[in-house]
């Protein structure tokens, strides 16, 4: 799964990546997967002014999605129990969404967040 800031890096700064993420990304054979909460994260940051420049990520954003071949894994309850019940000190809900996810789908997480990369049980990919 792709964080928030790595799905705009590869959508607006993909030299921002290491090369063998890019790699990753671009292999057809790779599951790439996006939670609904970057789409949440994208929107709300624009609103407030803190992403300036995504204009086109945000109103294009379901065609973005499809060019990179990424799902969205469904978000339910359960993901949002896990996420409320994470014993970690990180308040940041959009990260607390993806972190439940991936730990309760078993996937992997493409970030830089070192908060993120220091948790356990999350199977990092940087």
Known sequence: MLDTRALLWVLLSPERLPPATLDL???????????AASAWE?????R???????Q???HGYNGHLSRLRAE??????KHALAAGLLTWGHRDPFDR???AQCMTESLGLV?????????PGLQVVW
Do not use: N, Q
Not at 72 to 77: K, R
Not at 111 to 119: E, F, G, I, P, S
């Open 97 to 99: 969404m993806i972190k």
């Open 48 to 54: 407030l002014g803190k992403l300036p420049g995504v």
């Open 111 to 119: 970030t830089a967040d070192r908060a993120m990369a220091a948790l």
């Open 25 to 35: 990304v671009a292999d057809t054979e790779t599951a790439l997967w996006v939670s």
């Open 42 to 46: 994208i929107g709300a940051k624009f």
């Open 72 to 77: 969205e894994p469904p978000m339910s309850s």
């Open 56 to 58: 086109a990520v945000v």
